[in-house]
Structure formats: C-alpha cells, structure tokens
C-alpha cells in the first residue's frame, strides 16, 4: 500500500502546542491509536497514512483537535479516550456528547455527563466489564457508575445490584460503635445509599433492597461468593488491601459488570503502599476488557471551590 502526506493547518499557536502535547506526547499517543505518523512543527501538523485512508484519519484528528481550548491542559489520557471512542464511533460529534440523557431520576430530572472525563467514563462502562475510575471527590464516580447500575437493571440487563465498600476506615473500629453489625456498617455505606435514594426515590429503593435485588453490604461479605448476572460496584477502593481486591475481582461471575472506583490521594491504610487500587494498576494495565479511566479536578462537578481545593492540595503535597 502506498503512503500519502498531508498538512493540517491550525489557527492559533497555542492550541497548536496545547493539541501536540509536551514533548510531542499527544502526538505519539495518536500515532500508536490511530495507525499515522504525526509531526507537529508551529502551527502544522503534518499527517501520514496510507493513501486511501488519509481523509478519513484528518477527519478524526480535526474531531479530536475541536476538545482542544486555552483555559486548561489537553491531557493524553483525555485524548488517548476520545480517540478510541471515534475509533469504535467515527461519527461521534465529540462537541455533542454532553447532550446524551444517561436515565432520569424519580423526580424527572434528567442526568448527564458534565464534563469529557464523565462522557468517557460511561462509554467504558457500556463497553468493558471490569472498570477502574480512579480520582479526587466531586467528579462522580460512585454516582455516574450507580446511575448506569440502575439504568442495566431496568433494562432487564443484570438480575441485581451489589453496592460495597471497606467498612474500615482513617483508622476507626466498627467494635466501638453502638448498635449491631448492621448499624456499625450503615454509616460507611451512607453515600451508596444516597446515591441510590437520589436516582431510585426513597421508597423504590427500600422495596428494592427488601426483596434482594439491591445490595449494600461491606467488602468483608463479599468473600466465599460469585455474583452473576449483576452489576457491582466497590466504592472507596483507596481502602482495599491487595488481597481484599483479589477477593473481590475474584468474585465476577457470568453477565455481570464491575466497577471499581476510588481516590488514590486518599487511603486511609496504615500502609499505603498495600493499597489494593494503587497496586492493581500495575498487576492488571494490560489486561483487555478492563479500563483504567482517570478523573482530575476539571472533572469535579460539585462547588466550585472543590477544584480550588483539589488544586492546591496537589500543589502542598507537590513540594513535600
């Protein structure tokens, strides 16, 4: 097959830089996804490819170039997502994709992904089985996975939800607080059940869990299992140890989904490198049919001043 060159001129300098990426590292991101040679010189970028696809592959770079802005660097990870997407999709409208109504909650309203690092998220939850959402708080991890829990089992696409998470955390002991086990559990399993309440309304969502089909329970419960036909997500992963994320991955039966998510900025373990989810990056990075998406503070959808935060948090822990 032949090869065939062309250019691609862009307007503005910085964007240009912003798009090629330090380095160039954009670049060679996109060359190994989308099978071209890039070279970024100024405001050019020069294209190679084979001849008869050469149109094609502009259209897509012209697609993901539009992501492009000012305001805030262009990450590869980014990039790197929106490029497989086109790839499974070339005739997504990247600019579009915040118009998609994911379910709407019992009051109506109609939930959506924010930002691109949501939108990416939920297309590697519709299309792998296992998937690790790794970032700070605010960017809708837990909620989003839940929300597409919700939206399978009312498609009749999982039998149940299992919601868990480590019951241990910052140091605390369940055997201090008041009540039985299932009171000592209920404050670390709040958020999923508020989650649940958000999208399902109160009373669906207690029906839900009286008949089994919706499960909130610590990891610890997890074990001797296997969960088909169901939708699982394990929150606050941070807070796994390496065996307790084995347990778990190793609990996936036939027709089901997981999701795992968690900060790895916040673990709570005395040894943090014992982390499960800081570890099992490195264990499982080149498995296929699992995804790794990572979420940043352009991607926190709560006040404002949560990305101030983040960022200067980011910044102290930088200089240490």
Avoid: C, W
């Avoid at 062309?6 to 830089?17: F, G, P, R, S, T």
């Avoid at 094609?56 to 000012?70: A, P």
């Avoid at 990450?75 to 790839?87: F, G, I, P, V």
């Avoid at 998220?121 to 089985?129: F, G, H, S, T, V």
């Amino acid at each position: 097959m032949t090869k065939k060159e062309d250019v691609m001129e862009i307007n503005d300098y910085n964007l240009a830089q912003n798009f090629f990426g330090h380095n160039d590292r954009n670049l060679k991101a996109l060359e190994e996804i989308l099978a071209v040679k890039l070279s970024g010189r100024g405001t050019q970028l020069r294209i190679e490819a084979e001849s008869e696809q050469l149109s094609e592959k502009i259209k897509l770079l012209q697609k993901l170039f539009s992501l492009t802005n000012t305001k805030e660097e262009l990450s590869t990870r980014k990039l790197r997502y929106a490029a497989e997407m086109l790839k499974r999709n070339p005739e997504l409208n990247l600019n579009k994709i915040y118009d998609e109504v994911i379910l709407e909650n019992y009051k109506g309203r109609k939930i959506k992904a924010k930002t691109l690092g949501q939108k990416l998220y939920l297309e590697a939850i519709k299309n792998r089985d296992i998937v690790f959402s790794i970032g700070p708080a605010g960017t809708g991890k837990t909620y989003l996975a839940m929300v597409m829990a919700v939206k399978r089992l009312l498609n009749n696409e999982v039998n149940r939800i299992v919601l868990t998470r480590p019951a241990i955390e910052a140091g605390e002991s369940l055997g201090f607080l008041p009540g039985d086990m299932q009171d000592k559990v209920d404050p670390y399993l709040r958020p999923l059940y508020d989650a649940v309440y958000d999208i399902l309304g109160p009373e669906k969502a207690k029906l839900y869990q009286e008949k089994d089909i919706i499960e909130v329970a610590p990891l610890a419960y997890m074990r001797g299992r296997t969960l088909d036909d169901s939708f699982v997500i394990l929150d606050e992963a941070q807070n796994t140890t390496l065996e307790q994320m084995k347990m778990f991955l190793t609990r996936i039966g036939f027709n089901s989904k997981a999701v795992i998510t968690g900060d790895i900025t916040q673990i709570d373990l005395p040894s943090k490198g014992r982390s499960g989810l800081a570890t099992v990056q490195k264990i499982l990075k080149n498995i296929k049919g699992i995804d790794f998406v990572y979420l940043n503070r352009s991607d926190v959808v709560r006040h404002d001043l949560v990305k101030e935060i983040i960022k200067a948090y980011e910044s102290y822990e930088s200089r240490k």
